[in-house]
C-alpha cells in the first residue's frame, strides 16, 4: 500500500504562482507520479504526469503555465504552478502509480481569486 500526502494548496490571486508537493510513502521506487484536478460539477482531470525516466504528460489547459518535477530517490513529485487563472480553481488530487493512477491522496484545495 502507498500513501500519498499533498500540501501547498491555498487560495491566491489570478496571475501568481504555486507550489503543490506530494510525498509517497513507499519502500520502492514509483515509476509514475503525477497530479489530478476536480473542480465542482466537473469530473476528475489530468493536470500532469511524470515517469521515473522523466517523460512528461500535460493536460491541455495547464501546458506553458505548470511544471511537474520529481525527486526519484524520495519518491517526492511538485507542480509549479504559475500564471494561475481562474479556472485553475479545484482540488488538486496528487497520484501514483505503475503505468496509470493506482494510488490517489487526499486532496489539497487550489483557490484562484480574479
Known amino acids: 500500500q502507498v500513501q500519498l500526502v499533498e500540501s501547498g494548496g491555498g487560495l491566491v490571486q489570478a496571475g501568481r504562482s504555486l507550489r503543490l508537493s506530494c510525498e509517497a510513502s513507499?519502500?520502492?521506487?514509483?515509476?509514475?507520479m503525477g497530479w489530478y484536478r476536480q473542480a465542482p460539477g466537473k469530473q476528475r482531470e489530468l493536470v500532469a504526469t511524470?515517469?521515473?525516466?522523466?517523460?512528461?504528460n500535460y493536460g491541455d489547459s495547464v501546458k506553458g503555465r505548470f511544471t511537474i518535477s520529481r525527486d526519484t530517490a524520495k519518491n517526492m513529485v511538485y507542480l509549479q504552478m504559475n500564471s494561475l487563472k481562474p479556472e485553475d480553481t479545484a482540488v488538486y488530487y496528487c497520484?501514483?502509480?505503475?503505468?496509470?493512477?493506482?494510488?490517489w491522496g487526499q486532496g489539497t484545495q487550489v483557490t484562484v481569486s480574479s
Open positions: 497520484a501514483a502509480g505503475s503505468v496509470g493512477p493506482d494510488y
Open positions: 513507499s519502500r520502492f521506487t514509483i515509476n509514475l
Open positions: 511524470i515517469q521515473m525516466r522523466g517523460t512528461t
